[in-house]
C-alpha cells in the first residue's frame, strides 16, 4: 500500500511535485521516491513496504521505456510470473512489478487478469494508462490543470489546489488517452436477473477461506480487526485457522469507549475463543471530537456514517501501527453482498432487495471502502478485505435473493453466510457471536459515541447557519447540524466545487428515520436478544 502521484504533461517543477506527493506521506512512511520520464512526465511515490521490502521501491521500470506506479496489491503476481510472464525478466521481486510487464506485453488489455487490489499508472513515452481495482478498494482520482496536464493521486489533496476540475476515478475501469475510459470489470452479478442460484454453504466456506488465504501474503507482519460482529469475526477465524501450527501468532485488535462497549465484549469472547494475542484500545468522546477536523482532512468526504465510523478506526489503526503490525484484514462488504443491514428487513420484494445489494456492492468505494482505507493510511496501516474478492463475489451475489432476505429466516441477516460456518462438529465461532445480531461500527463501540457527538456538533451550529446551509453549501446541502458541521470542515480544507461533488452521502432505505445508525431502525429497539439460543 503507497500513495502515488503522476502528471501526465511536461513543465510542472519537481520541487513543486515532491511537495504535492508529500500530501501523502502518511500512506507511505517507508519511502519516497520520483522519476521524471524522457518526455518529462513525472511519477511519484509514497511507499509503505509489504512485499519485497529491500528492492521493490517504486516507481519501477519495465523491460524497456514504460515506467509504473501502483498502490495496493496484486495477489496473483506469482501466477502471472510463472505463466502469461515467464517469458520477462524482473528487476524486484514486488508485486507491483508485474503491472508494468502486463502493459509490455498486452497493451491496454490486462486489467482483468490482475487479482488484487490497486491504483496504478503505467507511462510509455507519451502513451499511458491509469487504472483502478473493480470496486475502488484502493482510492483514485484525476484531474487536469489549466495548461492540459492530467493529474492522478491515491488522495484528492495532492491535487485539488492544482487541476481546475477533478473527479473520482471509477472502479472497475482503466483510462488511456486513446480510448478515454473502459470498463474492463463486467461481472454478472451485476444483473440482478442472473440472481437465479441456489446456496451452496459448503462453497461460500471454501471460496471465503480461500479468499482469506491469498490476503495472508506478505512480508511483514499480518493482524486482524476484530470488532466482535459476524464478519470481522470470521474472518479472524479462518486467519487463525490458516496460521495455525505456523511461527506467526495471530494479533486481534478490537475498540471502544470502555471495556463493556457492545464490540468490546463480544470481540474479547471471539479472541478468547480463536487463541488469538488479543490488543482492546479504549478512546474518550473528547478524544473523537478533538481529532475531527484532522480526520475529515484525512478521509475528504463530510459523509456522517463515515465520519462517525471512521473516528474509533483511526484510534485502532494508530494503536496497531505502534505495535509494529503493517496489514490487517477486515470484514467490509458482508453487509452489502448479503443484505446485513437491518434496514434491508423492509425491502418491499425480493428483487428489490437483490437491487439493492447490487447498488450498495457497487458504491462501497463512496463509504466503507473509503473509510477503510483512508482511516487505516492515515497511519501507514494497509486494510484488506477478503469479503470483495472477485470469485466470492461471483458466488455469493448471484443466490436468489429470496434465500438471503431476513423475513425468510425469522429477520436473521446474513442468515446464509451464518449458516455456511455453523459447524457443530469444528465450529468457527462461539454460537452467540455467530448468531449475534447487526451491530454498526460506530454504534458497536459504545452507544455514548454517537448521542454525543450529534449533541457536540449540534452546540457548534446555529439554526441560523443551517436554515442557510443551501446558500452556502448548494451541492448535497446538510440537512443536519451534525451534516454541517462536518461539511463546514470538509470545505476549509476542499473548498473546491470538484472536491464537494467526489462525496455521495450513505442513506439507508425503506425506513422513516433516515439516521445511518443501525440503532434508527426499529429493529434495533425491538430485537430477540435469545437469537443465539434459538438460532431459527
Avoid at 58 to 77: C, D, F, L, R, T
Avoid at 113 to 119: E, H, K, S, V
Avoid at 151 to 162: L, R
Avoid at 297 to 313: F, G
Wanted: aromatic share 10%; net charge negative; proline share 4%.
Amino acid at each position: 500500500m503507497c500513495g502515488i502521484l503522476a502528471i501526465i504533461g511536461k513543465g510542472k517543477d519537481e520541487a513543486l511535485v515532491k511537495q504535492l506527493s508529500k500530501r501523502m506521506s502518511h500512506r507511505g512512511p517507508d519511502e519516497s521516491d520520483l522519476h521524471v520520464t524522457e518526455k518529462g512526465h513525472i511519477l511519484s511515490h509514497e511507499r509503505l513496504s509489504i512485499i519485497d521490502l529491500n528492492t521493490g521501491k517504486q516507481p519501477i521500470q519495465g523491460s524497456a521505456a514504460a515506467w509504473m506506479v501502483h498502490n495496493g496489491e496484486i495477489y496473483n503476481h506469482r501466477q502471472l510470473r510463472e505463466t502469461v510472464l515467464k517469458s520477462h525478466t524482473f528487476r524486484t521481486t514486488s508485486d507491483s512489478e508485474v503491472i508494468v510487464h502486463l502493459y509490455e506485453e498486452f497493451g491496454y488489455d490486462f486489467c482483468h487478469m490482475l487479482d488484487g487490489i490497486f491504483g496504478f499508472v503505467v507511462i510509455d513515452g507519451d502513451d499511458f494508462i491509469a487504472g483502478r481495482d473493480p470496486l475502488g478498494v484502493k482510492p483514485l482520482y484525476y484531474g487536469i490543470d489549466e495548461r492540459g496536464r492530467m493529474y492522478f493521486s491515491s488522495e484528492m489533496k495532492s491535487i485539488t489546489d492544482q487541476c481546475q476540475s477533478f473527479s473520482t476515478f471509477p472502479p472497475g475501469h482503466y483510462y488511456t488517452p486513446k480510448t478515454g475510459f473502459v470498463k474492463y470489470y463486467k461481472p454478472e452479478w451485476e444483473d440482478a436477473a442472473k440472481a437465479v442460484e441456489a446456496v451452496d454453504y459448503a462453497a461460500i466456506r471454501e471460496t471465503l477461506t480461500q479468499a482469506v488465504e491469498k490476503r495472508l501474503m506478505s512480508d511483514v507482519p499480518i493482524g486482524v480487526l476484530l470488532s466482535g460482529g459476524l464478519d470481522s469475526s470470521l474472518t479472524s477465524s479462518i486467519a487463525a485457522r490458516l496460521m495455525a501450527g505456523g511461527s506467526k501468532k495471530l494479533h486481534s485488535f478490537s475498540i471502544g469507549l470502555d471495556a463493556m462497549a457492545p464490540d468490546a465484549v463480544a470481540a474479547r469472547k471471539v479472541a478468547e475463543f480463536l487463541g488469538t494475542e488479543h490488543h482492546e484500545i479504549h478512546f474518550t468522546i473528547e478524544q473523537g471530537i478533538e481529532i475531527l477536523d484532522k480526520l475529515i482532512w484525512h478521509l475528504e468526504t463530510y459523509d456522517v456514517t463515515s465520519i462517525r465510523a471512521s473516528t474509533p478506526m483511526y484510534f485502532l489503526s494508530n494503536a496497531i501501527t505502534d505495535m509494529g503490525i503493517k496489514v490487517v484484514l477486515s470484514g467490509e462488504g458482508a453487509d452489502e453482498i448479503f443484505g446485513g443491514y437491518l434496514y434491508f428487513r423492509n425491502a418491499p420484494s425480493a428483487e428489490d432487495f437483490q437491487k439493492e445489494t447490487i447498488e450498495r456492492v457497487q458504491k462501497l468505494f463512496t463509504a466503507d471502502l473509503l473509510r477503510a482505507d483512508k482511516s487505516t493510511m492515515a497511519h501507514g496501516l494497509e486494510a484488506r478485505v477478503p469479503f470483495l474478492d472477485k470469485k466470492f463475489l461471483e458466488l455469493a451475489i448471484k443466490i436468489k435473493p429470496e434465500q438471503k432476505q431476513p423475513k425468510t429466516y425469522n429477520n436473521i441477516e446474513k442468515y446464509i453466510l451464518r449458516k455456511a460456518f455453523d459447524t457443530p462438529e469444528q465450529p468457527y465461532l462461539p454460537d452467540e457471536v455467530l448468531w449475534r445480531q447487526k451491530e454498526q461500527f460506530s454504534d458497536g463501540v459504545g452507544y455514548n459515541w454517537i448521542d454525543t457527538l450529534i449533541e457536540y456538533c449540534s452546540s457548534q451550529v446555529t439554526d441560523e447557519e443551517l436554515e442557510s446551509a443551501a446558500s452556502l453549501f448548494p451541492y448535497n446541502t446538510p440537512a443536519t447540524k451534525e451534516a454541517y458541521f462536518y461539511r463546514r470542515a470538509f470545505h476549509k480544507h476542499f473548498p473546491q466545487v470538484s472536491a464537494a461533488q467526489t462525496v455521495r452521502k450513505w442513506i439507508p432505505k425503506w425506513q422513516a428515520n433516515t439516521d445511518p445508525s443501525g440503532r434508527a431502525n426499529a429493529a434495533h429497539v425491538n430485537a430477540d436478544t435469545a437469537i443465539a439460543q434459538a438460532k431459527v
